[in-house]
């Protein structure tokens, strides 16, 4: 099967729900239940650039399918490649770990030499997030720098897209364990707290105080696309996607969250 790769780079806090809970977080993101990461599902991504292609009725048939046959793309499971975590040196960082990276790498087919394990609480980080020379703080979380973040790593993720902020921030991207990757991507995204408003008397309803979790903004996932059947279609299709475009995913759309550059590569 020939595979393309879709990049996704929110520019506004992303909202992919998993649902009602009874847990802490009353509207929580979907998440992988292994690894904790937040993914969009390929059915969310499917139908958002269904929408997209509305106007061409051709290419929405063989590239979408229609009720008596499956179309001739399928669409795969967009999984977390870089997630933006607070530094007290430069603002931010991009953090990675070593199944981010395995999973790229594999899935685009490109050969990236990473490690397959890194002690918690130490790294490998751009000078643009180190601290003292030899810390990089994340959160409240002081890590030991064990060496620089590989040129060739950062110049492949920052060169996904050209979107201003990813573009110039291959100083910023910081290699953590799988285990701290997971913590953050766990409990650093933002949760909101809202007012449910009763439509008839204009004022808080009653019990109607609820909160939100979203995906913060410039976190990058990428989702695997795979051509089941080769059609000129298909081709017009994944061309129109190599130019970067701004799409919105996910809910919450006319309140400004999930809107992302996103771009198919190669």
């Not at 977080?25 to 292994?34: K, L, S, T």
């Not at 060739?152 to 110039?168: M, N, P």
């Not at 995204?189 to 903004?217: K, M, W, Y």
Request: aromatic fraction near 8%; hydrophobic fraction near 40%.
């Amino acid at each position: 099967m020939k595979q393309s790769i879709l990049t996704i780079f929110t520019r506004t806090p992303l909202h992919v729900g998993a649902g009602s809970s009874v847990g802490a977080i009353d509207q929580p993101v979907i998440r992988e239940r292994h690894t904790r990461f937040p993914v969009i599902p390929g059915s969310s991504i499917k139908g958002v650039l269904r929408d997209e292609m509305h106007d061409e009725a051709d290419v929405l048939r063989d590239v979408f399918g229609e009720q008596d046959f499956a179309g001739r793309l399928s669409f795969g499971e967009a999984r977390l490649l870089a997630f933006p975590v607070r530094s007290a040196k430069g603002a931010f960082a991009f953090a990675v770990s070593p199944i981010t990276l395995q999973r790229f790498a594999r899935d685009a087919g490109i050969d990236l030499a990473i490690p397959s394990h890194i002690a918690d609480m130490t790294c490998l980080a751009g000078e643009q997030i180190v601290y003292d020379g030899k810390s990089v703080v994340l959160e409240e979380y002081c890590f030991s720098k064990a060496g620089d973040f590989p040129k060739e790593w950062s110049a492949k993720l920052s060169g996904l897209l050209a979107d201003a902020v990813l573009a110039g921030s291959a100083e910023r991207f910081v290699l953590i364990s799988d285990a701290d990757l997971t913590h953050f991507a766990q409990n650093a995204c933002q949760v909101s707290q809202h007012v449910r408003i009763d439509d008839e008397t204009g004022t808080a309803d009653g019990g109607g105080l609820f909160n939100e979790e979203t995906v913060p903004s410039e976190t990058l996932f990428y989702a695997p696309l795979g051509i089941t059947h080769d059609n000129p279609n298909v081709h017009t299709f994944l061309e129109k996607f190599k130019t970067e475009s701004l799409i919105q995913f996910g809910g919450k759309g006319t309140t400004g969250l999930g809107y992302c550059t996103v771009k198919i590569i190669d």
